[in-house]
Structures are given as C-alpha cells and as structure tokens.
C-alpha cells in the first residue's frame, strides 16, 4: 500500500518522472546498473534517462509547495534550523567532548571545526535531527526502545543524535582531507587547518576523527547502521579516487561525474538518514524513501555548489570562487556548455593548468546554458527529495507534520542558497 501511494503521489506530482528506489542489497548504488550507458552519450541523454521522461515543475517561491498534491506543505512557515537549536547546541558540545586527546595539539586540530562561531548551522545534523521526528510513526512489533503507540524514548532519540555526531565527523574528516589533496588555504571562510597547522597534522587530525566516529558507531551496537556508515566512508574514498584519477571520456561523462557526485557529497546524508529510520524499527521500504530524501537533497546541494563556484564570490563561499576548474575539476556547468559547444571539449581534455584554458572555459560557459541547466537539473532533485518526504506514511501529530514541512523548506534552501 505505501508503495502504491509513492507511486500515486508522484504520478501526480512529477507527470511522469521516473522514481528510482533501490530495494535490499542494493540499495547503496546510486542507481542501477541498466541506466548506466556509455560515458560517449550526451549529458542531455544522460540526463533525460538517468531522471525524467518528462519536465517537472519548479520549486514554486518561498513556500512549500514543491508538488501538487502535498497535504503537508502548504502552511506556515518555519525555520527548520530553530525546530532542533537545542539539540544542535548540545551536540556541538558533545563534538568537542569528543575531539579531547591525550596530546594537546591533536586536540586543538580535530577540535579547529567545531569551535564556536567555525561550525555554521550545522546542515546535516538539522536533517538527520528533524528526520528523527519525522519518523515518529507508530510501528507494529516494533522493538526495544520504541514504545507502543510509536512514542519516541529518550533512549531512541540519543541513539539518533549519536548518529548526527557521527555524521559530522565523518564530514568534517573528509574536509580535512579534501583541504590538504586540493592544497587549500581557506575552509568556510578561515584558514584550512593545512594552511594552519601543516598537511602532517591535518591528515592526522582527519583520521582522529574518523577513530573516535568509528567508536561511537560501535556503541550503537546495530550491525546494519555500522554497516551503512562503513559503506559511507568507502565512498568518500572511491569518490575522491574518480575524481583523481578519470580518464579524458570520464572526465567528458555527466554520468561518471553524477557518480561520483553521489560518492563525494550524496552518500553520507542519504544513508545517514537511512540510519535513523533503521534505529527507529521502521519497514524497508520507510527507509528507502528516508534514504532517496538524502540522496537527492545532497545531489542538489552539490549542483548548487557548482554553481556557486562560478557564480559566487570568495567572500559569500568561504572560499576562491572558481576552485574547481583551477584545479582542473570538471563540474556540470561545464559539461552542460561542452554539450552546446563540443569545441569545448579539446579545451577540457587538455586541461586547465593554463590560465588562457581557464578563460577560454568560461568564455564558452558565458555564452551557454550551462548555469542554468545546472540549477534546473538540483530543482529537480529537490523536488524528488520532497516526494519522498510527502510519500512517508502519514501521521496527524504536529511535531512530524512540522518537521516534515521543514525537510521539505530544506530541499528550497538548498537550491536558493548564495553561500
């Protein structure tokens, strides 16, 4: 039945776009494997086949009314940031509890990003949080610690939070990480703790947090949400691996780079709110649709990124604009103007180690639609990340109606955002 009711509500939502939800062993993969075709075709095929038959429509204004027939979006708005600033100030806390180490300079390194005033809002952890209360559904046989009745206890609630923390300290690894392979010097608007403190103890600190995440995950003592997050950090390697190491057609695919895509960015988000539909005890299918949300809110939120990279300045993005194409990372701006002008490519495959390749990119960007293409392909994903919020059983308890109208103004925020 819930199975039938997704495919109602995006029959009408989408008008025909193809749902993709990946069922049992492989439900990690990106998608499946029969709409991977050869990385040759174009971005607009790969695009039309790997998402849509046919156009969605756009996020419509400030409110929530992403589709058509949502029953819970259209009210009042909200600040999904505020639902859970309690809880998002207990867990920076925790976070710096949890960085403490034995030698004084590993800790002031593992501790450089959660600092007061460094952390920001905390994205993913405001997610994870308001998926937990999203999720507050009531659930027949369910096991220790849900109640019946499908009340959250205190026990379940910090077992989610656990995974919050988890999750932002696998994320603030990989940054650190990122920072010393890109050779960065800036990291949301200050200094990279490479640029800081030197590669050596940036490297060390990422794998410190990594340790202490490990062991926090162990504590859970639930062998398939260990087994999600393990999965999440092979992915943030092999990702990082594409990216260095892509061949001219690779490099030239909007196939292998949503792939990778996926790996980078997308991956810890959509298992992590998998995780917590897990714990929670719901049905396979529940957390498919809290995987799906994940997995398209984080694609739209790099797409954005992309564009941003082109768009923003270094003031507004904490960092230099145009980051990726200096280090020669080919982004889908880029492959959507390669698709209109194909004398772009010979400019791409050499790459942009000079300058005047640099220009001529953007010269080529300037003249596409690569920019807009760019934000229309994150609209619809955070359309699909709305229906598979609205497509969650449904409940007539406020606080989940609230936090699932917030999960929605999130997929809003992320593809509006300037920063």
């Known amino acids: 039945m819930l199975f039938s009711r997704i495919s109602k509500n995006l029959r009408n939502s989408f008008n025909g776009c193809r749902w993709f939800l990946s069922i049992g062993d492989h439900n990690h993969r990106f998608i499946s494997s029969h709409n991977f075709h050869s990385p040759r075709d174009s971005t607009q095929q790969v695009v039309r086949r790997l998402f849509f038959s046919k156009s969605l429509p756009a996020l419509h204004g400030s409110k929530y009314q992403i589709h058509h027939q949502s029953s819970s979006i259209v009210e009042d708005e909200l ?22 180490a034995e030698v004084p300079k590993l800790a002031s390194a593992a501790e450089y990003f959660f600092k007061m005033g460094v ?6 952890p405001t997610v994870l949080l308001l998926m937990s209360t999203a999720l507050n559904l009531p659930i027949p046989k369910a096991p220790p610690p849900i109640e019946l009745g499908g009340t959250l206890t205190a026990e379940l609630r910090s077992r989610q939070q656990r995974i919050a923390e988890i999750t932002e300290m696998i994320h603030v690894a990989s940054l650190l990480h990122d920072d010393v392979l890109d050779d960065a010097d800036t990291r949301r608007g200050i200094g990279s703790l490479n640029f800081v403190m030197g590669n050596k103890l940036a490297v060390l600190a990422g794998d410190f947090l990594l340790s202490r995440a490990c062991v926090a995950l162990a504590s859970l003592k639930n062998t398939e949400v260990v087994s999600l997050l393990a999965k999440v950090v092979e992915h943030l390697v092999t990702g990082e691996t594409m990216q260095m190491t892509t061949s001219s057609d690779q490099r030239c695919s909007m196939e292998y780079y949503l792939e990778k895509t996926y ?24 957390a498919m649709l809290a995987f799906e949300y994940g997995k398209n809110l984080g694609l739209a939120f790099q797409l954005i990124d992309d564009v941003l990279d082109f ?6 993005l904490g960092k230099g604009s145009l980051s990726d194409i200096r280090h020669g990372i080919v982004t889908a701006p880029i492959l959507f103007a390669m698709e209109e002008f194909p004398q772009l490519r010979p400019i791409v ?71």
Do not use: W
Not at 79 to 100: I, Q
């Open 263 to 286: 790996y980078k960015t997308a991956s810890l988000i959509s298992n992590s709110c998998k995780a917590i539909a897990i714990l929670a005890g719901h049905t396979a299918e529940v």
């Open 349 to 419: 495959e050499e790459g942009f180690e000079n300058p005047a390749n640099v220009d001529l990119a953007l010269e080529y960007l300037g003249k596409s639609r690569g920019i807009q293409r760019t934000k229309e392909l994150a609209v619809k994903h955070a359309n699909l990340a709305a229906a598979a919020i609205d497509s969650l059983p449904e409940s007539d308890d406020e606080d989940v109606r609230r936090s699932r109208r917030a999960l929605i103004d999130l997929t809003h925020r992320v593809i509006t955002r300037t920063k």
């Open 79 to 100: 600040d999904p940031f505020s639902l859970v600033a309690d809880e998002l100030s207990l867990l920076g806390n925790k976070l710096r509890a949890m960085v403490v």
């Open 119 to 124: 952390e920001g809002k905390r994205f993913r």
């Open 311 to 316: 768009t923003g300045t270094s003031a507004s």
